[in-house]
């Protein structure tokens, strides 16, 4: 079967998949981002050298390392453009290395500001998105009336799209949201500009992952986002628009699922959660601020605090299930270094009942209390090291307790966000 490796995030994001793929992608041929947009931070630390990929795929920083932009993948133009200058300011030219699909919908400025203007309406019931459009996108994505990469070959087809599009964005803003609007002649600019730069990168996705994939190539497909995240599976409505679970890596990138042979779930070793909505393991204490303190929790895309609480094994156990996660990358395990208790929550307290799953709908989910299961920290520095045998044994015991809880391997650790500070106990490649 294939030798392609599915990594998603387990919980609400931000649990150190950027960190990962690079590590992973430095013996692949290729990566591929599926889903989402510039919504996603991907954090990758070099040496001393600190670099936020928001919609390149995160092998680009390895050589030889071909990236794809998949179809599901909803493109800013010129987030995409200021990624690429930014990239090449650090010595990174993508030249040939980036293929963009011809069927990624684009990220309008009038998405940006529909974004806002909408969570402005909704103010204290606001759901914290990043405010990068991407909601409206997908909207338009559904409603099939996006204007897609394809789109740009074509002047007289696109200024005639645009222009109904805009004049729709333009009536709900003035009308609806009392917003301020999108300037036609900015935007065509804008697309026109973004085409004569990119148009070589704009390939048949699908066509050239088919032949990496019949060529018996390693490709890594790159989620965004986290499972509790995804459109259909997460808290709804506090979501992100585009399905974050694996079978969108099939989906958002035109290959059929028979290829994927191993999922990675990324699971922080704790919780956390940017944005509004439901998260019964949240602590407003101070172990919440330490955790936020010592593992750095601030958004990479808007540099929002991010909230913090202990593991909840609940939620992993349902992403395990619906991404059917193979084996499980436990990240950011020396946050914990130090902790006299470490708890785990194993189930909830909902309506005087006692369950072990999770009920799907955001204002049940409000109104679970966490059980837990304590564990005792270790006071050595788990920092950096990458062999197995070397973590304390309290360390080990709570990998373990992981394991048997959720009934999944942790095949890999990391223990610091430099490049190889990783541990690896089975290759996701050679399953
Ligand atoms: P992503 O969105 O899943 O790629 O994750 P982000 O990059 O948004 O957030 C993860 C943060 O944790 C980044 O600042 C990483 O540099 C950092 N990080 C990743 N793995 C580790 C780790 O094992 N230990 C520590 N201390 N930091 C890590
Ligand atoms: P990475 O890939 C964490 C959250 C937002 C908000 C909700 C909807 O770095 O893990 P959106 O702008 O997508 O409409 O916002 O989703 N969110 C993320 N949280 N990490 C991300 O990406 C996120 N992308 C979106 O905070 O709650
Ligand atoms: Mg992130």
Request: aromatic content about 8%; some cysteine; proline content about 3%.
């Amino acid at each position: 079967m294939g030798n392609s490796v599915v990594v998603i995030g387990m919980q609400w994001g931000d649990e150190g998949k950027g960190c990962i793929v690079d590590y992973l992608a430095e013996k692949t041929n290729a990566v591929v981002r599926f889903q989402g947009g510039h919504n996603a931070g991907h954090t990758i630390v070099i040496g001393e050298e600190k670099t936020v990929l928001h919609l390149i795929p995160s092998g680009i920083l390895q050589e030889d390392v071909k990236c794809y932009i998949g179809s599901g993948v909803v493109v800013s133009p010129k987030a995409l453009l200021s990624e690429i200058g930014q990239l090449k300011e650090k010595g990174f030219d993508i030249k040939d290395n980036l293929a963009v699909s011809t069927n990624c919908p684009l990220v309008l400025s009038s998405h940006v500001l529909l974004d806002k203007a909408r969570e402005k309406l909704l103010g204290r019931s606001s759901i914290g998105t990043t405010g990068r459009g991407i909601g409206p996108a997908y909207e338009d994505k559904v409603a099939r009336r996006a204007i897609r990469i394809n789109d740009l070959f074509d002047r007289g087809n696109l200024e005639s799209k645009l222009s109904s599009l805009l004049d729709l964005h333009n009536f709900l803003l003035k009308k609806y949201y009392n917003s301020e609007v999108a300037d036609f002649s900015l935007e065509l600019d804008s697309c026109l500009s973004f085409f004569d730069k990119i148009s070589s990168n704009i390939k048949d996705v699908p066509q050239e992952l088919r032949k990496l994939e019949l060529s018996g190539s390693k490709i890594l497909y790159e989620g965004a986002q986290g499972s509790m995240l995804d459109i259909d599976f997460g808290t709804y409505p506090y979501v992100t628009s585009s399905n974050t679970t694996a079978g969108s890596a099939s989906t958002g990138s035109g290959i059929g699922p028979k290829y994927f042979s191993y999922v990675l779930g990324i699971a922080k070793a704790y919780t956390t959660r940017v944005g509004s909505g439901p998260f019964p393991t949240e602590l407003n204490d101070h172990t919440g601020s330490y955790l936020a303190r010592v593992g750095a929790e601030f958004g990479a895309t808007t540099g929002r605090p991010r909230r913090c609480g202990w593991l909840d094994a609940v939620l992993l156990k349902r992403a395990i299930f619906a991404n059917s996660v193979t084996g499980i990358c436990l990240t950011k395990l020396d946050v914990l270094d130090g902790l006299d208790e470490i708890k785990i929550c194993t189930g909830y307290e909902y309506e005087r009942k006692v369950i072990d799953n999770l009920p799907l709908s955001a204002d049940q989910f409000d109104k679970c209390e966490p059980f837990y299961e304590s564990v005792k920290g270790w006071k050595e520095k788990t920092a950096g090291i990458k062999d197995y045998d070397l973590l304390p044994d309290l360390a080990k015991q709570y990998i373990n307790r992981i394991e048997e809880i959720t009934g999944t391997r942790v095949d890999m650790i990391s223990t610091g966000p430099g490049r190889d500070e990783v541990i690896i106990r089975k290759n996701p490649f050679n399953n």
